[in-house]
């Protein structure tokens, strides 16, 4: 208990998905009793995901919403409890102490708190992006690339993720055009000459995307470049086309008390998922910059419960550290 009385939670998870709650399973399967904040949009990216064809254990495949239901119900099985909102701050201890997470009114306190928030991909913000989400418009080729077998592409992007994902793409699509803005690419030289040393890839430049535009049957049909360069606008039949145009992870509330790199990801300590505070973990994509995968995340939520086990065990709780209730403080961070 808290000097006021109040509940001191062994762990806190802040967010869903894979991540999240592989480690709310794992911790309430420990005894540790885990609450887990998983927000409004609780199961991550993979709620807005349609077929998951390449997660274990599945061999028909699944739907992304039903599979999150299933990690979370199975956690849920363990004693895992769940607030379905979204953290607004958190006041992290600097000293080994007592961390605070904020719930609107709400003010939860816990020894250890697992992130888990993950990212974002970027968006083009562009008509019918939104609207032909997974019916064509993609953001994870790896992930889909396989349901466009034979089918007429896009990759939008100029970076190395582009140039990859457009390769790995190759090897299922008839036909697949790299879209970039400007007539040069930001990749590295070997990764443009892999992507052009492929029969079925053409470099398109310098476009933009005006416009995504659905067919008949709802699905993704053409989409619009427009000529950066002043030229007139082109029009293209495409039945998918992949966004790389990078991620943003979702680190806005630890922004300031949590080491991060210069992209906004958390920073952890080796193999592990130690941040630079005691207490303090990080799992999922918000640590991944590179693989970005439903099974890695899981890996990581699983390596996060057991980081945050070993710290209980061997961390005795330390009724002389400095927890602050000063809301001025609070806010800033501090």
Sequence with gaps: MSEDGRKIENVIIIGSGPAGYTAA??????????????????????????????????????????MMQEFRDQAERFGTRFVTDDVDRVQLSTDGGIHRVYVRDDEYLARTVILAMGAEPKKLGVPGEEELASRGVSYCATC????????????????????????????????????????????????????????????????????????????????????????????LAVDGAFIAVGHRPNSDIIEGQVDADENGYVEVEGRSTRTNLAGVFAAGDLVDHTYRQAVTAAGSGCAAALDAEAYLRDTPPDPEAHWSSDPEKVEAGE
Excluded: C
């Excluded at 399967?29 to 274990?56: C, K, M, S």
């Excluded at 430049?205 to 082109?234: H, K, M, W």
């Design 25 to 66: 399973l794992y911790t309430s399967r420990a005894d540790i009793e885990p609450l887990v904040i998983e927000g409004f949009q609780w199961g991550g990216l993979l709620q807005q995901t349609t077929d998951v064809e390449n997660y274990p254990g599945y061999p028909e495949g699944v739907m992304g919403p039903a």
């Design 144 to 235: 889909d690339a396989a349901f466009f077998r034979d089918k007429q592409t896009i990759v939008v992007g100029g970076g190395d993720t582009a140039m990859e994902d457009a390769t790995f793409l190759a090897k299922f699509a008839k036909d697949v055009k790299i879209v970039h803005r400007r007539e040069e690419f930001r990749a590295s030289a070997i990764m443009i000459e892999r992507a052009r040393g492929a029969d079925n890839i053409e470099l398109l430049t310098p476009y933009t995307i005006a416009g995504f535009e659905p067919g008949d049957n709802g699905s993704l049909s053409q989409v619009v470049l427009s000529d950066t360069s002043g030229g007139e606008d082109r029009t």
